[in-house]
C-alpha cells in the first residue's frame, strides 16, 4: 500500500484545457513537495509546501497543502505540450527526517 | 558545477553478476540517497547517507550494498544481480536534513538484469 496515493495515474488532455492532479495519504506531512519528471532524467524539484492550507502558484501552475496537512493538489491552468511529463508528489515525515516518501506519480500527456 | 553524475546510463547484467553504480556530487552536500523507480510505484529509497562514513537503509535495502567514504561519492553496490531489480535507479542529493530542502537527482542508470 502506498504511503501517498496520486491521482489520476495517466491523464491525457488537449492544449488548453484545465487540470487537477491529487496526492492523498492517511499520514501527516510536515513538508510536501512536487516534482517533475521528463523522460531519460531524474525530477526536478517544482515547489515545496510546509503550512496546512499553503497555497504557491508557479505561473499556470497552483499547488495546495491541505489543512490537516495529508493531502495536497497540483492545478494546471491552460495546459501546455511543455507541461507534459511525470508529476510526482513527494513528502516528509517529522518522524522520517528529510527521508522522502514519494507517489506514484501522474504522467501527463498534453496534445497540441 | 555538473550537479549530481551518474555512470554508467544503461547496463545489462546477467543473473548473478555484482556490479557497481557509481554516484558523485560537486555540491558539497551531506545528504545523498539512491532510489529506485519502477513502473506505477513512484521512487523507493533504497540507502541513504547523512554525511561520509554514515549510511542507513531505506525501504528496499535488500540486495545493495552502499559506502560513503567522500562527501563527494556515494556508489551503490549490487552483489548479486536477480531480474527483480531490473529497474532505473536514481542518485540524490541535498544540503541539509530539514525535510523542505531541495534534493537534486541524477540523470539515472537503467538496469536491465537477464
Known amino acids: 500500500t502506498q504511503l501517498l496515493e496520486q491521482s489520476p495515474q495517466f491523464l491525457s488532455i488537449q492544449e488548453g484545457e484545465n487540470l487537477t492532479v491529487y496526492c492523498n495519504s492517511s499520514s501527516v506531512f510536515s513538508s510536501l513537495q512536487w516534482y517533475r519528471q521528463e523522460p531519460g532524467e531524474g525530477p526536478v524539484l517544482l515547489v515545496t509546501?510546509?503550512?496546512?492550507?499553503e497555497v504557491k502558484k508557479l505561473k499556470r501552475l497552483t499547488f495546495q497543502f491541505g489543512d490537516a496537512r495529508k493531502d495536497s493538489s497540483l492545478h494546471i491552468t491552460a495546459a501546455q505540450p511543455g507541461d507534459t511529463g511525470l508529476y510526482l508528489c513527494?513528502?516528509?515525515?517529522?518522524?522520517?527526517?528529510?527521508?522522502?516518501?514519494f507517489g506514484e506519480g501522474t504522467q501527463l500527456t498534453v496534445n497540441p | 558545477n555538473a550537479g549530481v553524475t551518474q555512470t554508467p546510463k544503461f547496463q545489462v547484467l546477467k543473473t548473478g553478476q555484482s556490479m557497481t553504480l557509481q554516484c558523485a556530487q560537486d555540491?558539497?552536500?551531506?545528504?545523498m540517497s539512491w532510489y529506485r523507480q519502477d513502473p506505477g510505484m513512484g521512487l523507493r529509497l533504497i540507502h541513504y547517507s547523512v554525511g561520509a562514513g554514515i549510511t542507513d537503509q531505506g525501504e528496499v535495502p535488500n540486495g545493495y550494498n552502499v559506502s560513503r567514504s567522500t562527501t563527494e561519492d556515494f556508489p551503490l553496490r549490487l552483489l548479486s544481480a536477480a531480474p527483480s531489480q531490473t529497474s532505473v535507479y536514481f542518485c540524490a542529493s541535498h544540503p541539509w536534513v530539514t525535510g523542505t530542502d531541495t534534493q537534486y537527482f541524477g540523470p539515472g542508470t537503467r538496469l536491465t538484469v537477464l
Open positions: 555540491m558539497n552536500h551531506e545528504y
Open positions: 513527494a513528502g516528509a515525515r517529522e518522524t522520517s527526517g528529510s527521508r522522502l516518501t
Open positions: 509546501v510546509v503550512t496546512g492550507g
